[in-house]
């Protein structure tokens, strides 16, 4: 055994601390580039407080591997989240272990194949209609465009709403202003922040939810919440009805920012690597007449490699709390039971251990000649793993090629003007002038 020298966490190095605060700003700005400097200056395992608390981080593809797959069940995901715990309790992250795995196990029939054919069908039209309304040659800002449009079609897909529902807007804005309180600064529902608005928001959409759920039940549609409504296990178990209504919030919230994020990224890619636009739009062009189906989707290999560099380079998750609910030991130190501990796929995604130059934009890297995603199972986790990996990750990358399908068969996109683009990292990653972009109309490929 490897003698420990660490027995406790001050012998873990950190960057230096500004009075009162900690890291807690510098967090809020740019959690990787705090983690990224870190790990540069003091190696794979160091600390950063944040309100008051240390964290620790275990740099490295191995240490990610310990502590997503956590084969010792050694860390809480529920009490790593804790930002989450007002607006998002009994969402499937916030379970640990066997409560955990029951509930996973349950929805996982609102995410079985033929359901997902469904939701794709949904997700086609929808997003053809919707893009209808984007304007061609005038510049607009895509990422509020595209977090409007997922949000939208949440309602249609996720809520079974029609698009032109006066429903779907009012449920769209309070969980905007949900999702907006998971990250206040202010974490207790004074009148007027945030955290209040966003309380009251969570209050407003559990009734909505829950009158949805008689209706469902007597009619169920091809949309998740219907899906969920009846989702059992193999055994017959199934959520009551406030389960049901907490885990369908966290979905909405989980699904939503991630997608517009990344679909941000992949518009950025295509406008900046018009090479790659190109290749994107061949495929589209050979698509056979038709509704989408596993072929078609699977024949869209460039759209596959853009959007798993995007993921790379800006993922919409980059670090994942966990909190140790035993000692455990990590190379030579010794970590004792209720400290929370980051993993960093963000920083695992930029290390040259895996990835060559891995801050330019290279798709091919993970083509089939150099597969450098291959050089560790935790090399490439954009969507986590082990038990908490995302659940959505299939539907992610259909929503993702079935809107480059429906764009890209009659625009091309470009950045509407020079200025470099800076990317926020928190409370998403995003654009910080919203990415101005144009669409132009495209010649048609000539009719064989
Ligand atoms: C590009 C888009 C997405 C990214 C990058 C992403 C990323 C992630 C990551 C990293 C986790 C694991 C967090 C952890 O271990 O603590 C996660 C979990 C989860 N995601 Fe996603 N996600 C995306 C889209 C979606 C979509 C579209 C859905 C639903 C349709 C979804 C539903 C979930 C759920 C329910 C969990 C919790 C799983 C569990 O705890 O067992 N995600 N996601």
């Given at each position: 055994?490897?003698?420990?020298?660490?027995l406790?966490?001050?012998?873990?190095?950190?960057?230096?601390?500004?009075?009162?605060?900690g890291?807690?700003?510098?967090?809020?700005?740019?959690?990787?580039?705090?983690?990224?400097?870190?790990?540069?200056?003091?190696?794979?395992?160091?600390?950063?407080k944040?309100?008051?608390?240390?964290?620790?981080?275990?740099?490295?593809?191995?240490?990610?591997?310990?502590i997503?797959?956590?084969?010792?069940?050694?860390?809480?995901?529920h009490?790593?989240?804790?930002?989450?715990h007002t607006?998002?309790?009994?969402?499937l992250?916030?379970?640990?272990?066997?409560?955990h795995?029951?509930?996973?196990?349950?929805?996982?029939?609102?995410?079985?194949k033929p359901?997902?054919?469904?939701?794709?069908?949904r997700?086609?039209?929808?997003?053809?209609?919707?893009?209808?309304?984007?304007?061609?040659?005038?510049?607009?800002?895509?990422?509020?465009?595209?977090?409007?449009?997922?949000?939208?079609m949440?309602?249609a897909?996720?809520?079974?709403?029609?698009?032109?529902?006066?429903?779907?807007?009012?449920?769209?804005?309070?969980?905007?202003?949900?999702?907006?309180?998971?990250t206040?600064?202010?974490?207790?529902?004074?009148?007027?922040?945030?955290?209040?608005?966003?309380m009251a928001?969570?209050?407003?959409?559990?009734?909505?939810f829950?009158?949805?759920i008689?209706?469902?039940?007597?009619n169920?549609?091809?949309?998740?919440?219907?899906?969920?409504?009846?989702?059992a296990?193999?055994d017959?178990n199934?959520?009551?009805?406030?389960?049901?209504?907490?885990?369908?919030n966290?979905?909405?919230?989980?699904?939503?920012?991630?997608?517009?994020?990344?679909?941000?990224?992949?518009?950025?890619a295509?406008?900046?690597?018009?090479?790659?636009?190109?290749?994107?739009?061949?495929?589209?062009?050979?698509?056979p007449?038709?509704?989408?189906?596993?072929?078609?989707?699977?024949?869209?290999?460039?759209?596959?490699?853009?959007?798993?560099?995007?993921?790379?380079?800006?993922?919409p998750?980059?670090?994942?709390p966990?909190?140790?609910?035993r000692?455990?030991?990590?190379?030579?130190h010794?970590?004792?039971?209720?400290?929370?501990v980051?993993?960093?796929?963000?920083?695992?995604?930029m290390s040259?251990?895996?990835?060559?130059?891995?801050?330019?934009?290279?798709?091919?890297?993970?083509?089939p000649?150099?597969?450098?995603d291959r050089?560790?199972?935790?090399?490439?986790?954009?969507?986590?793993g082990?038990?908490?990996?995302?659940?959505?990750?299939?539907?992610?990358?259909m929503?993702?090629?079935?809107?480059?399908?429906?764009?890209?068969k009659?625009?091309?996109?470009?950045?509407?003007?020079?200025?470099?683009?800076?990317?926020?990292?928190?409370?998403?990653?995003q654009?910080?002038?919203?990415l101005?972009?144009?669409?132009?109309?495209?010649?048609?490929?000539?009719?064989?």
């Open positions: 055994m490897t003698q420990a020298t660490a406790n966490l001050d012998d873990i190095p950190h960057p230096p601390l500004t009075p009162l605060v890291h807690t700003l510098d967090l809020l700005r740019d959690p990787l580039g705090l983690h990224m400097g870190a790990a540069a200056t003091y190696g794979p395992v160091y600390k950063v944040v309100l008051g608390q240390w964290r620790v981080s275990l740099g490295g593809a191995d240490a990610l591997e310990f997503l797959g956590d084969t010792q069940k050694l860390f809480s995901s009490d790593g989240w804790d930002m989450l607006l998002f309790p009994g969402g992250m916030l379970r640990d272990f066997d409560d795995r029951a509930h996973r196990r349950i929805m996982q029939a609102a995410f079985r359901v997902l054919d469904a939701y794709r069908a997700l086609e039209e929808a997003t053809e209609i919707l893009l209808e309304d984007w304007e061609t040659d005038s510049p607009f800002k895509f990422f509020p465009a595209i977090k409007d449009m997922t949000l939208r949440g309602a897909v996720f809520m079974g709403l029609d698009l032109d529902d006066p429903r779907a807007e009012q449920l769209s804005s309070a969980f905007r202003a949900e999702v907006a309180a998971a206040a600064v202010i974490r207790k529902p004074v009148p007027f922040t945030k955290m209040a608005r966003g928001a969570r209050v407003m959409l559990t009734q909505q829950s009158m949805m008689p209706e469902r039940r007597d169920p549609g091809d949309d998740f919440f219907s899906q969920m409504v009846l989702a296990d193999e017959g199934s959520w009551t009805a406030e389960e049901l209504v907490d885990h369908f966290f979905l909405m919230m989980a699904a939503h920012d991630t997608t517009a994020s990344a679909l941000t990224k992949v518009a950025w295509l406008a900046t690597y018009p090479e790659w636009q190109d290749k994107i739009i061949a495929e589209v062009d050979a698509l007449v038709g509704p989408m189906d596993d072929a078609r989707l699977a024949s869209m290999q460039a759209a596959d490699l853009v959007f798993k560099e995007c993921l790379r380079l800006l993922p998750v980059p670090l994942i966990r909190r140790a609910v000692d455990f030991q990590w190379g030579n010794i970590i004792p039971a209720g400290t929370w980051s993993a960093t796929p963000g920083t695992v995604m040259p251990e895996h990835w060559t130059n891995p801050q330019e934009f290279d798709p091919d890297r993970f083509g000649e150099r597969e450098e050089s560790h199972k935790y090399a490439w986790a954009p969507f986590g082990g038990a908490h990996k995302c659940i959505g990750l299939h539907f992610a990358t929503q993702v090629k079935l809107f480059l399908a429906a764009l890209l009659s625009h091309r996109i470009e950045l509407a003007d020079d200025t470099p683009v800076d990317w926020a990292r928190v409370p998403i990653p654009p910080k002038g919203g101005p972009v144009v669409l132009r109309k495209r010649a048609q490929p000539s009719s064989p």
